[in-house]
């Protein structure tokens, strides 16, 4: 089931008052909450692929992934997104699930609408994650998009809730592969 509007301020009000619920650090301002959806904005913290010899002809997924040294990252309040590049931001907000609830980050379309993906892949977020969810955000547009971290709202979180609480050693952030648990940056923990 998708939560509503009032289910999803319901859940909030559970996650500010400590009784688990959603938490948001930065709190979400109510005019973010949509009818089946939470606006996110975009961070400060944005990571790009360093500029490699030409010899380097090959990257493989896990190295990519893995090492610090492909990686280049900056913290400013814009970002100019060139077409045909593409970069990992972040949220603005720390997003924590509870055990019941497990959702999906999507690109809003007025982005899609100048070319932009905000999420280029793997949407779901488990029950238990707690971070900044990472954007991975390309410009397949013709135009420069300035990226304006803590103004823009690429894109929404959209929550469900499951059939029955995800059991505490299932929760994500339980097993030493769940490498974006507690995420601050888009690089993900080795």
């Known amino acids: 089931m998708i939560l509503a509007k009032r289910e999803l301020l ?27 959806s939470i606006d996110l904005r975009l961070g400060r913290r944005f990571s790009f692929f360093k500029k490699l010899p030409e010899h380097v002809a090959t990257v493989y997924v896990n190295a990519s992934l893995l090492e610090a040294g492909l990686w280049e990252s900056v913290e400013q309040d814009e970002y100019t997104l060139l077409p045909n590049q593409f970069v990992l931001a972040q949220t603005l907000e720390r997003v924590t699930l509870p055990a019941g609830i497990a959702g999906f980050v999507e690109g809003r379309s007025t982005w899609g609408r100048v070319g932009v993906t905000v999420h280029v892949t793997a949407p779901k977020i488990d029950p238990g994650f707690s971070g900044n969810i990472t954007l991975e955000m390309a410009n397949l547009g013709p135009y420069r998009i300035c990226l304006r971290a803590g103004t823009d709202k690429p894109c929404q979180l ?14 994500y952030g339980s097993k030493s592969t769940h490498r974006y648990q507690f995420q601050d940056s888009p690089i993900p923990k080795g």
Not at 30 to 35: C, V
Not at 163 to 168: L, R
């Open 10 to 36: 319901s859940e909030i009000r559970k996650g500010s008052s400590g009784k688990g619920g959603l938490k948001f650090d930065p709190p979400v301002a109510k005019e973010e909450i949509e009818q089946v």
């Open 158 to 171: 959209i929550l469900f809730k499951t059939t029955s609480n995800v059991a505490k050693a299932d929760l």
